[in-house]
C-alpha cells in the first residue's frame, strides 16, 4: 500500500475553511483515496473518496491533481465540533476495505 | 444503515484473565471484519482480518494465541484477548465490509471501539 504522509497538526479558527493535504508519491494506478475522522475514543468515521479531479459531498471536498501524487481534503467553514484527527488512505476500493494502512493523521484542532 | 456495534464499549479486567469484544454488523452481512488496536495518541494498526466460516489472517507481530478471533456468522466476529496483562490496555476498533456492496463508495465502516483496561 502506498505510503501517506500528512502534518502532524493544525489549528484553524471557527469559520475558516481548511485545508489539509496529504502526500502519496508512490500510489498506484488503480488506488484510491479515502479520508477517515476519528474523535477520541471513537471508531473513525468516513469522510470522502476519490479517484482524481475533485469529489464534493455534504461535507467536504476532495482535490485530487492530475499526477495524483497528494490529495487535499478541504472543509468549508469548520465549526468546534470538527476538532478531530483526520486520516488519509490510499488503496484499491477493495483493499480501502482493509488491509489499510492507517498513517499517523492529522490532528486538526479548531479554536473559537 | 451500516452500522456496526461493539460490546462492550469499556471493560477493566485483572491480569491474567481473558476479554471478549464483540462486533456486530447491524444492517447488513459482513463476509469480512477487521480489528484494529490504538494506542493513546497514536494511529490505528491493523491487527487481523476476519472472514467468516474461516481463520483469521493475523498481522506481522500479532500473537493468534493470544488475540482469538472468531467470525462464527455474517453478522459478528469475536474478539478474545486471552491473558490479558496490563500491555495490552488499549482501544480495539472493529470495522465491517459490507457484503453486498463489493464496489461501493465506501466499503469500511468502523465500530464504535472497545477501551479495554487491565490491572
Known amino acids: 500500500l502506498a505510503k501517506t504522509t500528512q502534518p502532524i497538526s493544525m489549528d484553524s479558527y471557527e469559520g475558516q475553511e481548511v485545508n489539509i493535504t496529504c502526500s502519496h508519491n508512490?500510489?498506484?494506478?488503480?488506488?484510491?483515496i479515502t479520508w477517515y475522522q476519528q474523535f477520541p475514543s471513537q471508531g473513525p468515521r468516513f469522510i470522502i473518496q476519490?479517484?482524481?479531479t475533485k469529489v464534493t459531498n455534504e461535507v467536504a471536498s476532495l482535490f485530487i491533481p492530475a499526477d495524483r501524487k497528494s490529495s487535499t481534503l478541504s472543509l468549508p467553514r469548520v465549526s468546534l465540533s470538527d476538532t478531530a484527527v483526520y486520516y488519509c488512505?490510499?488503496?484499491?476500493?477493495?483493499?480501502?476495505?482493509?488491509?489499510?494502512?492507517f498513517g499517523d493523521g492529522t490532528t486538526l484542532t479548531v479554536k473559537p | 444503515g451500516a452500522v456496526v456495534s461493539q460490546h462492550p464499549s469499556w471493560v477493566i479486567c485483572k491480569s491474567g484473565t481473558s476479554v471478549k469484544i464483540e462486533c456486530r454488523s447491524l444492517?447488513?452481512?459482513?463476509?469480512?471484519m477487521f480489528w484494529y488496536r490504538q494506542f493513546p495518541k497514536q494511529s490505528l494498526m491493523l491487527m487481523a482480518t476476519?472472514?467468516?466460516?474461516?481463520?483469521?489472517?493475523?498481522e506481522q507481530g500479532v500473537e493468534k494465541d493470544k488475540f482469538l478471533i472468531n467470525h462464527a456468522s455474517l453478522t459478528l466476529s469475536t474478539l478474545t484477548v486471552t491473558s490479558a496483562h496490563p500491555e495490552d490496555s488499549s482501544f480495539y476498533i472493529c470495522?465491517?465490509?459490507?457484503?453486498?456492496?463489493?464496489?461501493?463508495?465506501?466499503?469500511?465502516?468502523f465500530g464504535p471501539g472497545t477501551r479495554l483496561t487491565v490491572l
Open positions: 488512505l490510499v488503496g484499491p476500493r477493495a483493499t480501502n476495505a482493509g488491509k489499510s494502512t
Open positions: 444492517d447488513f452481512q459482513a463476509t469480512t
Open positions: 470495522s465491517a465490509r459490507d457484503r453486498a456492496s463489493v464496489t461501493a463508495y465506501n466499503e469500511q465502516f
Open positions: 476519490g479517484y482524481k
Open positions: 508512490n500510489i498506484a494506478t488503480n488506488d484510491y
Open positions: 476476519s472472514n467468516e466460516g474461516s481463520k483469521a489472517t493475523y
